[in-house]
C-alpha cells in the first residue's frame, strides 16, 4: 500500500515559520521526484517546491526564498520549512510523489491556516 503522510500544519501568526513533514511508504523513495502543493479554498491546486532523486529544488515565485524543500532518503521523509508565513500562504498543503510519467501519488493534506 503505498501512503504519503503529511503532518506540521497548524495556525501560525503572519511572520512566522512552519515546518511540515511527509512520510512515504510503499514505494522506492529515492527513486521519486518529491513535491509540495497547495489549495486554497475554492480554487485549484497550485504546485509550491519540488526536489527531484538527486536533490535539486525548485519553487514557485510566490514562495521563492521563504520556503525550503529538503529530503532525508534514509527516513523515506520530505519536508518544507515555511519561513516569513503571510496570510495568503493560509491553503491545505499536499505532498506528492512522482516518477517519470507512470506514477503518482498524493497524501490527504494538512491545513496551515495564517493569522493574527
Known amino acids: 500500500q503505498v501512503r504519503l503522510v503529511e503532518s506540521g500544519g497548524g495556525l501560525v501568526q503572519p511572520g512566522g515559520s512552519l515546518r511540515l513533514s511527509c512520510a512515504a511508504s510503499g514505494i522506492a523513495f529515492s527513486s521519486y521526484a518529491m513535491n509540495w502543493a497547495r489549495q486554497f479554498p475554492g480554487k485549484q491546486r497550485e504546485l509550491v517546491a519540488q526536489?527531484?532523486?538527486?536533490?535539486?529544488?525548485s519553487y514557485a515565485d510566490t514562495v521563492k526564498g521563504r520556503f525550503t524543500i529538503s529530503r532525508d532518503d534514509a527516513k523515506n521523509m520530505v519536508f518544507l520549512q515555511m519561513n516569513s508565513l503571510q496570510p495568503e500562504d493560509t491553503a491545505v498543503y499536499y505532498c506528492n510523489a512522482r516518477l517519470n510519467s507512470w506514477w503518482e501519488y498524493w497524501g490527504q493534506g494538512t491545513q496551515v491556516t495564517v493569522s493574527s
Open positions: 526536489i527531484n532523486s538527486g536533490g535539486f529544488a
